[in-house]
C-alpha cells in the first residue's frame, strides 16, 4: 500500500489533521561497510527491511527515503517509499541525521504538495537497526501524539557496569575506573538502578519543535522499551554477519512467500533438487537421488501457471534428463548463473525482485542478490542460510522444492 492510499492522519494520530512522516536516511558512502545500507539481511536490503517496517506501523502516514545514491533510491522505491534525493552538502561522513532529516521533511512536503508545515511528527528511522518492528515506531509516535513527549525514542533495558580508561577526575592519575559505578562496590543487579541502553533504532518528534531546536532531544523526551535482544545497529563487517546469522530467529516466522509475492520459480539443481551425492559407476556414469514430492510440487507449479526455470553450473546429461522429465526449461553449464537469470527474466519479462530463487551454495549468492526472494534449502552452507530471506525446514533432494511449492500454492494444492 503506498503511502497516498494509507488512511487519513485522524485515523491514525489522534490530532484531527496533519502527517505523521518516518523518514529513514540512507546514503551511499559508508567506510566501515561498504555499500551498507543495501546489504541484505533475510534476504532483504537493510533500506527495504527500515521502508517496511515503518510501512507497516500504523500510526505512520508518510515514508520517505533521503539518498544521494540510485540504487539505494531504487531499492527503496521498490519496498514502497518516496526518495528524496540528497544534497552533496549533507551527504558526507560529518553529515548529521538531523539536517538530512530537516531537507526531506522540507523537500517531501513540496514533492506532495502539502502544506510547508503540515507534517504533525517526524520520525528518524535508521536503517543500520535491522530488526526494528512496526511496534516500536508506533510506540515512539504514540509517546509524542498521546503521551505528551516532546520527543522520544527506543531504548533498551541495560544491566552491564561501564568501565572507561583514564583519569577519573582532573589531577588523578591514570586508571580504568567505573562509569555507573563505583568500582569498590559491586551491588546486586536488583539492588542498581534500572540503567537504559539508547537503541539508535527509532525517534520521533513534534515536528515543529524540531525544526526550531535543529537536534532530536528538545524538550521532555520519552523513553520506549524493546526488546533487547534485537539490539543491533550495524557498524562494522562483524556487526553485518552477526545479524545475518540472527535473522532466521528474530526475523517473523510469517517470513515465507505466497502467490501474492512470486511470478517465476528458478531452482538450482545439485544441492536443491538432490542430496548433493554423486554416484559414479566403473564406466564414469553418474547418478544422483531426487524426491518425488518435488517432482509433485514441480507439477503444482506450472498447473498454477507459475514459470519454473532449472539453473546449474554443471554440464551433466542427469541435469538435462531431470529437466525433460519435469518438463521444464534448463540452462546448465553456466559459469555466471546470475548473469543467466538475469537475460532469462529480461527475456521472459519478469522482474527479477518477483522471482523465487532456491539454493544451497556458495555459487548461489550471486542469484540470491538479483532476486527478491532467495530462498535456502535446509542444509545449506552457512553463509548461503544467512543470506536468505526464506530457508525451508526440508534438505535438498528430500522434500525441499514440495515445501516450497506448498508456501505458494497452499499444502494442498501441492500435494
Known sequence: MSSSERPPAQAQDGHGGGSVLAVIPARGGSKGVPGKNLAPVGGVPLVARAVEACRRARRVTGVVVSTDDPSIAQAARTAGADVVLRPAAIAGDTATSEAAVL??????????????????????????????????????????????????????????????????????????????????????????????????????????????????????????????????????????????????????????????????????????????????????REAVTVHRGDGLGIAALRRAGLPVLILSTETNPVVAARARKLDVPVLHGIDRKDLALKQWCEENGIAPERVLYAGNDVNDLPCFGLVGWPVAVAGAHDVVRAAARAITTAEGGRGAIREIAAWLLGPALAR
Open 103 to 284: 531537507h526531506a521533511m522540507d523537500a517531501y512536503e513540496a514533492m506532495t504538495g502539502a502544506e510547508p508545515g503540515s507534517t504533525v511528527v517526524v520520525l528518524l528511522v535508521q536503517c543500520t537497526s535491522p530488526f526494528v518492528t512496526a511496534e516500536e515506531i508506533d510506540g515512539v509516535v504514540a509517546a509524542v501524539t498521546e503521551g505528551g513527549a516532546d520527543t522520544a525514542h527506543t531504548v533498551a533495558p541495560f544491566h552491564g557496569f561501564i568501565w572507561r580508561e583514564g583519569a577519573a577526575e582532573p589531577g588523578a592519575g591514570a586508571c580504568a575506573y567505573g562509569v555507573n559505578h563505583d568500582k569498590a562496590t559491586r551491588p546486586r543487579r536488583q539492588d542498581r538502578p534500572q540503567d537504559l541502553l539508547e537503541t539508535g533504532t527509532a525517534y520521533a518528534m513534534r515536528a515543529a519543535g524540531f525544526r526550531a531546536a535543529g537536534h532530536r532531544f528538545f524538550g521532555r523526551t520519552a523513553l520506549v522499551r524493546t526488546d533487547p535482544a534485537k539490539v543491533l545497529e550495524i557498524d562494522e563487517p562483524a556487526d553485518l554477519a552477526r545479524a545475518r546469522a540472527l535473522a532466521p530467529l528474530l526475523d517473523p516466522t510469517a517470513a515465507t512467500p505466497t502467490r501474492d509475492d512470486v511470478d517465476a520459480v528458478v531452482l538450482d539443481f545439485d544441492g536443491t533438487q538432490t542430496d548433493d551425492r554423486v554416484l559414479i559407476d566403473a564406466d564414469g
